[in-house]
Each structure stands twice: as structure tokens, then as C-alpha cells.
């Protein structure tokens, strides 16, 4: 069983910077591979960011590459996205993900565990 929780998210400007971060607990963080998605409202939930646990190989939406970066420090046990040049359709609810598998990281319904997200708003 991994819980996991997000912060970091908040309001910020357009082409400003914020860094996710989410704390996982229970066994074996190391051994997950870990997700970023968003919501906004109206719409469904949308891959982000992942990063898979065999060999930290990193995979982005095309919308936010160059942009974001997905990171994670096993000795926390947290990960992390961090989030530049921000733009308005930047905002969503941010959930973290976590799945032991390493295939199909951009399907939300491959992983097994969930946080509740942080809101993430950029005003233009």
C-alpha cells in the first residue's frame, strides 16, 4: 500500500515557476514508477509527467516539455515536478500517481495509487 500526498501548488503568474512536490509512504517507494496528471474543470484527467522506476527514463505531454521537469529523491520518498514558464492553460488539479509496473505511463488507469492533487492556477 503507497499513500501519497501533493503540495507545493498555489496561484502564480504567467511565466512564473512552481514545484510540485508529493510524499509517498509505505514499502518500496524506489520500486514505483511515478506519474503527474491534471484536471481542469470540464475535462478529463490528462498525463502530464512519469518517471519510470527501472532506469529514471522521463516522459512528457507534449504540451509541457521543455517546460516541466519530473524528478523524485528515493531517500524522501518524494517526488517532484517542477513547473516553469507557466501559462494559463497550465491550470488544473495536479494528482500524483504511482504504479510498480513501467509500461503505458500516459493511462491514468494503469496505476494504483492516487493522492488527492493540489490546485494549480495561472492568471494571465
Known amino acids: 500500500q503507497v499513500q501519497l500526498v501533493e503540495s507545493g501548488g498555489g496561484l502564480v503568474q504567467t511565466g512564473g515557476s512552481l514545484r510540485l512536490s508529493c510524499a509517498a509512504s509505505g514499502r518500496a517507494f524506489s520500486r514505483y514508477s511515478m506519474g503527474w496528471f491534471r484536471q481542469a474543470p470540464g475535462k478529463e484527467r490528462e498525463f502530464v509527467a512519469a518517471?519510470?522506476?527501472?532506469?529514471?527514463?522521463?516522459y512528457y505531454a507534449d504540451s509541457v516539455k521543455g517546460r516541466f521537469t519530473i524528478s523524485r529523491d528515493n531517500v524522501k520518498s518524494t517526488v517532484y515536478l517542477q513547473m516553469n514558464s507557466l501559462k494559463p492553460e497550465d491550470t488544473a488539479v495536479y494528482y500524483c500517481?504511482?504504479?510498480?509496473?513501467?509500461?503505458?505511463?500516459?493511462?491514468?488507469?494503469?496505476?494504483?495509487?492516487w493522492g488527492r492533487g493540489t490546485q494549480v492556477t495561472v492568471s494571465s
Open positions: 518517471l519510470r522506476w527501472t532506469d529514471a527514463s522521463t
Open positions: 500517481a504511482a504504479k510498480p509496473t513501467v509500461d503505458r505511463h500516459w493511462i491514468a488507469d494503469v496505476y494504483d495509487y
